[in-house]
């Protein structure tokens, strides 16, 4: 049996924290804000989504990393796949109703195509990355950006119509899958590394450390590169739309914070503070179903303000308020997660997962 790698579950640790800022401040705080304590929680913007994608590909292709894998195995592994992508993408979908902004289909979508390279070499899982980016970029010469997209609102006008529901998944949905899946199959070409020798997470390391302080630079003297408006919204773009600026941006953050992690859980993985974290990091899909719905309830009962699909367009809740309940509800689910795995070896709903997907 494989050995898990703490390191792993404390960077989805925090990608759970970073989800609880994200979500929690676009509903409730204002994601067009970038100055002080707002900027600070609009940081976590893309990071934290990406992050979690990449995450996701490394588990795929941690489940699959081994060369002496026989043919029926190989399917096995390959069915099991494929029924968690239905899961999660069915799972999605009914919870669209409650957060139009759901990655979980997306993520079904993700895994479904995923099963396709699982046994490949690693190299085509960057031809696989860079193609899903290319194919973006094609679309994006074709097809407005915006279509389909009410900004004020942040919702997706025509997503129940088959040519809104089938834009909004490949091209321009909150995490379509074009270009978003280059995350995951950048987390899968990274789950391959050999993470036992000690010059792995080094050098992925000073990679992501390489990347991201080049594109920052590129971004923050773009003013002095062009005056043209396009180019700059291209090079400074966040989010809405991908564009390869802020892809390679996050991805490069993204390596950062996952070799981080590893040196901290090689480090410090025994002391009890690094496996309460790392429960919460087992529970991700529970938490992020209870962070959209118990999350959302007890926020709006802090704050006085109805949840509705038009909370944008209400007064934003002053972001230490959000900031500080984003900590506590944080310090609250590592608590549940720690009970909980006491007894329980996967979260609730990956309990629920597992069985009916494998």
Not at 112 to 121: G, K, Q
Not at 136 to 143: T, V
Not at 179 to 197: N, S, T
């Amino acid at each position: 049996m494989k050995k898990r790698i703490i390191g792993f579950d404390l960077a989805r640790a925090y990608a759970v924290f970073g989800m609880f800022i994200v979500n929690f401040n676009t509903v409730f705080g204002s994601h067009t804000d970038h100055n002080g304590v707002s900027g600070f929680l609009n940081a976590f913007n893309g990071n934290s989504s990406t992050l979690f994608v990449m995450l996701a590909g490394m588990g795929v292709s941690l489940l699959t990393n081994r060369n002496d894998y026989s043919l029926e195995e190989r399917n096995t592994l390959k069915r099991i796949v494929t029924k968690r992508s239905w899961f999660l993408f069915g799972l999605g979908i009914a919870f669209y109703f409650w957060w139009p902004a759901d990655i979980l289909h997306f993520y079904g979508g993700y895994m479904h195509i995923a099963v396709l390279f699982l046994f490949l070499p690693q190299k085509y899982y960057l031809y696989a990355a860079f193609s899903a980016i290319v194919i973006f970029h094609l679309l994006l010469a074709m097809i407005p950006y915006e279509t389909g997209w009410n900004f004020n609102t942040l919702m997706y006008t025509d997503f129940w119509t088959v040519p809104g529901f089938i834009r909004n998944t490949f091209y321009n949905g909150w995490n379509s899958i074009f270009p978003w899946i280059a995350y995951f199959f950048l987390g899968m070409y990274v789950g391959r590394m050999d993470w036992k020798e000690n010059k792995t997470p080094k050098i992925v390391l000073v990679t992501g450390v390489s990347v991201y302080i080049f594109t920052v630079v590129l971004q923050f003297f773009a003013t002095d590169i062009t005056n043209d408006k396009d180019v700059l919204h291209y090079l400074t773009a966040d989010y809405l739309p991908p564009f390869l600026p802020f892809m390679v941006g996050t991805a490069s953050f993204g390596l950062i914070v996952i070799s981080l992690f590893i040196f901290i859980g090689n480090a410090f993985g025994q002391t009890a503070l690094a496996k309460l974290l790392a429960s919460t990091g087992q529970m991700t899909l529970t938490h992020y179903i209870l962070h959209l719905t118990l999350g959302f309830f007890m926020l709006s009962l802090v704050t006085g303000k109805t949840l509705s699909h038009e909370m944008l367009n209400e007064a934003p809740t002053h972001p230490l308020i959000i900031l500080t309940f984003a900590i506590v509800y944080f310090l609250l689910s590592c608590s549940f997660s720690d009970l909980w795995t006491k007894k329980y070896k996967n979260g609730p709903l990956e309990m629920v997962m597992r069985k009916l997907a494998g």
